[in-house]
């Protein structure tokens, strides 16, 4: 059974910086696509990246040259930095996980695995 456990969320002022942590427990696959995503108040959830096992990642044109997804595989854990951050950051995050390595866009329901969410609200 995946387990994926968000941390990192709290409360930020405009232009302040967090990172988001997701732990995975588990995970007995070779390949795997990891993704981060937001759901904001009233919003459709949306893609912000991704980072597989070929060490490909990817990130999402609004907060491109914000924010960064790395990994740390002794750890198990998948992190998003986000820096100069914005009112419109205000959102729910959540990682997710796929066996397989990533493929383009990475759409929510591409991912069979979820964490249960760490909020971020930016003001």
């Known amino acids: 059974h995946v387990q994926l456990v968000e941390s990192g969320g709290g409360s930020v002022q405009v232009g302040g910086s967090l990172r988001l942590s997701c732990e995975a427990s588990?995970?007995?696959?070779?390949?795997?696509?990891m993704g981060w995503f937001r759901q904001g108040p009233g919003k459709e959830r949306e893609w912000v990246g991704h980072?597989?096992?070929?060490?490909?990642?990817s990130i999402a044109d609004p907060v491109k040259g914000r924010f960064t997804i790395t990994q740390d595989n002794a750890k198990n854990t998948l992190y998003l930095q986000m820096n100069s951050l914005k009112p419109e950051d205000t959102a729910m995050y959540y990682c997710?996980?796929?066996?397989?390595?990533?493929?383009?866009?990475?759409?929510?329901?591409?991912?069979?695995?979820w964490g249960q969410g760490t909020q971020v609200t930016v003001s």
């Open positions: 997710a996980a796929i066996p397989v390595v990533c493929v383009g866009t990475m759409t929510s329901g591409d991912f069979h695995d």
């Open positions: 980072f597989d096992s070929d060490g490909a990642s």
């Open positions: 588990g995970y007995k696959y070779n390949d795997y696509c």
